[in-house]
C-alpha cells in the first residue's frame, strides 16, 4: 500500500508533531493541527499590524483592512467564489444558522419574499446530518409552519439519490445535505441533488465542512446556492468559518446579526444594509483568524488539492484494509473498494466505543469516540457510539497501522472472545 507523497508537506511544518514526536493523531475532523506557517501569519498580524480594521482612516486601518480584505480573496479563489460571495462566519455552525435565521426573517416580511416559507412548505435533509446542519433547519420550520422532511439512511448509514428523490416534492423549498459525512465518509452527488433541487425550484445548501480541507471543491462549479465550511478543520485557527453564498442571493438573503459596519443609513427607526459581504459581517470581526485562515488556504494550495485528494484516498483504502480485517471490528460507511473519505468509523462487537477510545488513547493513538454530532444517524444505526478515525494532509500509514494494531488489541484487552 503507498499513498501518493505530498511533495511540498514535511510533518515538520507543523509544531504538533515537534511537541509529540509519536503522536498518532487521527482526529482531523473534529479539528485540525496547524502548520507554523498558519500560526506565525496570525501571531505575526497581531505582533506587527494589528489595527482596526474597516473603520476609521489611519495608514494603520488601512493596511489592517487590506490584510482582512486579501485573506478574503484567498479564501474565495480557494473555493471559486467571487469575493462578495465569501462572509466571514464564526464557523460553519454560525454559517447554516446565518441562512435558516435570515430565511426565517425573509418569512416574516423583513426581507425578499423570494426567500420567504410559508406553512406547508418542506425543507429536506438527510438522516446522516451533523446536528449543525438539522437543528436549524428545526427551528426554522418550527418558526414558519415549513415541514422537515429527511432521507433516511441504511444499515451502514448511507444515504442515496434515490432516496432523496422520494423526498423532493413539489412542496420543496431548500434541500441541505452534506457533502462529506463526517461519519461515514460518504461523498454526496452534488450535482445530481442541484439538477433535483432546479427541477422543483429549491435552494440547496451544502455543509462543505468535510469536503472543502480534503478534496478540490469549486461551489460555482457545483451549482450550489449555499455552502459552510470552518477554518479549524483545514489547518486554520478556530473562530472562523465561511458562509459562501450566491451573490444574488446574498444580497437579499436579511442578516441574522445587526449592528455596527454592516449599514449604509441609520435612523431612530430604521437601518438600511450594506450589500454582501458586509451586511453578514455585524459588529467587529475575528481579524486575525482571517489573516490566519488565508495562510491555511495558502498551505493547501500550494500542496494542491488534486494531490490532497489522492494522498487521503491512499489513507481511506489503508484504513478500511485496516478495520475489515480486524475480526469483531465493523466499519460504517461505504463498502471496502467504493469511494469514500478518509473517515472510518468502527463498531466494535462487546466493547463500548469509550472503553475502545480509552484503550487507543493509552497507546498514543488519537480518535474519537461518540456521536460525533450525529445522534439520528447513530440512532438509525442502533448504537449510541462509534470510534472515528479520520485523516488530513499529515496523516500518514504509519498512523493507519498503529491504529490497526491498536484496534486489534482491544477484544482480547477487555475478555472478549468471538
Ligand atoms: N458539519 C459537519 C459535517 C461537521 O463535521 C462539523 C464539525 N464537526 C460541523 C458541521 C460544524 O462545524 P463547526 O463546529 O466548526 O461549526
Redesign the pocket.
Known sequence: MTTRSLGRLRRTDFPYYAAHPDAVYLDS???SQRPETVISAETDFVGADYAAVHRGSSVATGEATWAFETARERVAAFIGAGERELVWT???????NMIALGISDASLGLGSADLALSAGDEIVVTEA?????LIPWQRLAARTGAVLRHVAVDADGLWSLDGMRREVSPRTRLISF?????VTGQIAPVADIVGLAAEVGALTVL?A??SVPHMPVDFSTLGVDFA??????MLGP?GI?ALYGRAELLDVLPPARTGGSMITTVTMEHAEFLPAPNRFEAGTQPVSQAIGFGAAVDYLASLGMSDVRSHEEGIAEALVETVTRTPGVRLIGPAPGDERAAIASVIVDGVHAHDVGQFLDDRGVTIRTGH???QPLHRALGVPATVRASASVYTDLDDVARFGEALGEVRDYFGVTA
Open positions: 475532523g473534529a479539528t464564526a464557523g460553519a455552525t454560525d454559517a447554516i446530518e451533523h446536528h449543525a446542519n452534506p457533502h462529506v459525512s463526517n455543509d465542512c468535510q459552510a465550511f470552518s477554518a479549524h478543520k478556530t468559518g460525533h454530532c450525529a
